[in-house]
């Protein structure tokens, strides 16, 4: 089946003036802010930002190439390749981009990417404007980051990009979409429902694309009620990532021809001519997975959530690694010094982790036996 590449095959030569932003564009642009653009685009926005076809070029030629092209253990190694194809096609190759930021703090626990993408379309006084946020990298910060949505009700990520979508609003006329894949369709969501009542009528879309959801009471918000009708939402088969927390119905699946977790890289995702191709709901596995683990977290309270995460990161940070890349160079060495580390936590918090875990493995016995999925999971009576 297609995927987002051959889609640029198809595509690349009809600029954005005879065919508007669609999804598929919207998670290519996603999928490019993966890539690290440090020096290559400006940091700050800019009227006349550099274009695509200048950025390929600039990262082509970079010195260090080939460490800005390394995305790391868990994006895929075809972001580049897609990249350069997308900056060499017409549709793609004049798009405009400032506004950089990459921001790791590891004290507030934050890891933050976001580019502008300004489009501009013949007659058209305003281009419009995309903001991309970028989501969970490689870096062990940014899974700690995901993991705290689970006890608090804001994470840094989420305020910066309220943040960013208000300067690049206050910068940048015309109409805007935002975009984001992973945390990044999180914090999409997260900005344009926090964002003024002046900048939500000034929303085309926003797309989520596999994001993680919220609490259940953060969709009867009116500040949520007021985009609702703007946010796609779009989920592979049996998404995982995505399913985490509440989300509200009407999201679109996607088919996708990987495996599990693996599902959540938007390279397997199958594409038609102007849209993804649509199954009609995620998979009997995935909804048992999500109903579990949100489960699993609703029932730990809240202090306990904390205290599991906290420890879970504390273990994994003994081995001074920054990144899964690094955690998963020496494999055998990190295991050595995560349970030494482990070893080292006191009982009471080695308590309340085997106490988590415990229920986790009472509610997915539970899920399994009331939703007879046995059969479906691969499990033998």
């Not at 508007?20 to 700050?44: H, K, M, R, W």
């Not at 109903?291 to 609703?298: A, H, K, L, P, Y």
Request: charged fraction near 25%; hydrophobic fraction near 35%.
């Amino acid at each position: 089946m297609s995927n987002i590449i051959d889609y640029i095959g198809w595509r690349g030569d009809i600029d954005f003036c005879a065919s508007p932003l669609n999804e598929i564009d919207a998670v290519i642009l996603c999928q490019i802010t993966y890539l690290n653009f440090e020096g290559i685009i400006p940091s700050e926005f800019c009227k006349k930002g550099v274009t695509l076809k200048q950025i390929a070029q600039r990262f082509s030629a970079s010195p260090d190439v080939e460490d800005r092209s390394d995305t790391g253990a868990l994006i895929n190694r075809e972001t580049v390749d897609l990249f350069i194809k997308a900056a060499n096609s017409t549709r793609f190759g004049n798009i405009e981009a400032s506004g950089f930021v990459n921001k790791i703090d590891l004290q507030k626990e934050e890891q933050f990417a976001a580019l502008a993408f300004r489009i501009r379309k013949a007659g058209k006084r305003n281009p419009s404007v995309c903001i991309v946020y970028r989501g969970t990298d490689d870096t062990i910060v940014g899974w700690k980051e995901d993991f705290n949505l689970g006890y608090k009700e804001t994470v840094p990520a989420q305020q910066d990009a309220l943040e960013y979508l208000e300067k690049a609003a206050s910068f940048f006329g015309g109409r805007i979409s935002i975009a984001g894949h992973s945390k990044g369709g999180n914090l999409a969501i997260y900005s344009a429902a926090n964002a003024s009542p002046k900048i939500q009528n000034r929303l085309l879309l926003v797309y989520n694309n596999d994001g993680p959801g919220f609490s259940e009471g953060f969709f009867k918000t009116d500040k949520y009620l007021a985009i609702r009708e703007k946010v796609r939402s779009y989920f592979p088969q049996l998404s995982i990532v995505g399913m985490l927390f509440c989300h509200d119905t009407g999201y679109t699946t996607v088919e996708s021809d990987n495996e599990g977790l693996y599902q959540h890289d938007p390279f397997s995702w199958h594409t038609e001519a102007l849209s993804f191709v649509k199954k009609e709901d995620t998979t009997e596995q995935s909804k048992f997975i999500a109903s579990t683990v949100n489960q699993w977290i609703q029932e730990i309270p809240q202090e306990e959530r904390e205290v599991f995460i906290e420890a879970i990161f504390s273990v994994l940070n003994s081995t001074n690694a920054k990144t899964n890349t690094e955690l998963s160079s020496n494999v055998f060495s990190s295991a050595k010094t995560m349970f030494k580390s482990y070893s080292k936590l006191s009982p009471q918090t080695r308590a309340t982790i085997g106490k988590v875990l415990q229920l986790l493995f009472k509610v997915s016995v539970s899920n399994i036996e009331s939703t007879g999925l046995s059969a479906a999971l691969g499990f033998k009576d």
